[in-house]
Nanobody
Framework: QVQLRETGGGWLQPGGSLRLSCGVS????????IAWFRQAPGKEREPLAC????????TYVDSVKGRFTISGDKVKNTVYLQMDNLKPEDTAKYSC???????????????WGQGTQVTVSS
C-alpha cells in the first residue's frame, strides 16, 4: 500500500525559503506521479506542482512558477518541494499525493499524506 509522509513545514518570515519532503513508502517513488497541493483555512485545495515518474518532467501552476521547484530523489524515495521567496499568502497546509499519471487535478490522485503546516508571517 502506498503511504506518503510530508515533513519540513514550519514558521518563517516573508522572503524566506523552505524545503518540504514527501517520503514515499510501499512503492518506489518513480512508480507514481507525485504532486504537491496546499489548502488554506476556508479555501479549496489548490494544486502547486507535479512530477512525472517516467521522465521527471515537472509542471507548475502559474501562481508558484519561478518560486517553487519540485524534484525527486529515487534513491531516497522522496519528492521535494523547494519554496523560495515565501509570502504570507503561501500560509497553508501542504500535502503530497500519488497518482497514476501526472496532473494538477486533485481527482487524479488516489493516495494522500497527512500534510505539513507552513506559516509565513512577520
Amino acid at each position: 500500500q502506498v503511504q506518503l509522509r510530508e515533513t519540513g513545514g514550519g514558521w518563517l518570515q516573508p522572503g524566506g525559503s523552505l524545503r518540504l519532503s514527501c517520503g514515499v513508502s510501499g512503492v518506489t517513488s518513480d512508480s507514481y506521479a507525485i504532486a504537491w497541493f496546499r489548502q488554506a483555512p476556508g479555501k479549496e485545495r489548490e494544486p502547486l506542482a507535479c512530477i512525472s515518474p517516467s521522465d521527471n518532467r515537472s509542471t507548475y501552476v502559474d501562481s508558484v512558477k519561478g518560486r517553487f521547484t519540485i524534484s525527486g530523489d529515487k534513491v531516497k524515495n522522496t519528492v521535494y518541494l523547494q519554496m523560495d521567496n515565501l509570502k504570507p499568502e503561501d500560509t497553508a497546509k501542504y500535502s503530497c499525493a500519488a497518482g497514476s499519471s501526472p496532473s494538477t487535478r486533485k481527482e487524479e490522485y488516489n493516495y494522500w499524506g497527512q500534510g505539513t503546516q507552513v506559516t509565513v508571517s512577520s
